[in-house]
């Protein structure tokens, strides 16, 4: 089992370009969220999936969109970048939902320049 | 809404010196409250989690113990290595929602 992957592990973008990034898990997790990680801040939830077919908002979703396309795979876009952006991006599964151990990805560095 | 706050760092301590890391949370209902540890250029990775009030985690002679009644969830080791030198993050988890304390850097010296 690989677990949860993520790629790219690093980027960097210009502002106003636009990028994907990817996350899949094989640990049948019916729940998947995407976090960024800022010095001092600790985890900040951007988005998260609840089940398959569901997104919902977490702490800080502007300039962020997610698809959950299928029960695999959970992507984070950005559809123009911002310097504000520049973060280390982790994706995290849940098997049950709601309460319980997640299990993290090696997460994405992301430079917006 | 929910958080978390832990003790600011950096900590450094020597080896087999005695290690706490304050935790207190603010949440409604009953949330699962966790230790993470996140080693260098890695993701989170759980260390220990406590489920109901008066519950001890305990992993790799790290412990804590849901306090209710003071809203803690303090974690401690009796004797540290270098091995353990990361950042411990204390969590908990509310209705789908993760919450994060900011993080504290842990550095053990030989």
Same mark, same amino acid.
């Given at each position: 089992n690989a677990g949860v992957t993520q790629t790219p592990k690093f980027q960097v973008l210009k502002t106003g370009q636009s990028m994907t990034l990817q996350c899949a898990q094989d640990? /049948?997790? +019916?729940s998947m969220y995407w976090y960024r990680q800022d010095p001092g801040m600790g985890l900040r939830l951007i988005y998260y999936s609840a089940s398959e077919g569901t997104t919902d908002k977490g702490e800080v979703p502007n300039g962020y969109n997610v698809s $959950?396309? +299928?029960? $695999?795979e959970f992507s984070l876009r950005l559809e123009s970048a911002a310097p504000s952006q520049t973060s280390v991006y982790f994706c995290a599964g849940e $098997?049950? !939902? !709601? /309460?319980n151990e997640q299990f993290f990805g090696p997460g994405t560095r992301l430079t917006v320049l | 809404g929910d958080s978390v706050t832990q003790m600011e760092g950096p900590v450094t301590l020597s080896e087999e010196a005695f290690l706490t890391i304050n935790c207190t949370y603010t949440a409604t209902g009953y949330p699962s409250l966790f230790w993470y540890v996140q080693y260098p250029g890695e993701g989170l990775q759980l260390l220990l989690k406590a489920t109901k009030a008066d519950d001890k985690g305990s992993n790799k002679g790290f412990e804590a113990t849901y306090r209710k009644e003071t809203t803690s969830f303090h974690l401690e080791k009796g004797s540290v290595q270098v091995s353990d030198s990361a950042v411990y993050f204390c969590a908990l988890t509310n209705d789908y929602k993760l919450s994060f304390g900011a993080g504290t850097t842990v550095t053990v010296r030989a």
């Open positions: 640990m /049948n997790h +019916n $959950r396309l +299928n029960k $695999r $098997r049950y !939902g !709601g /309460n | -």
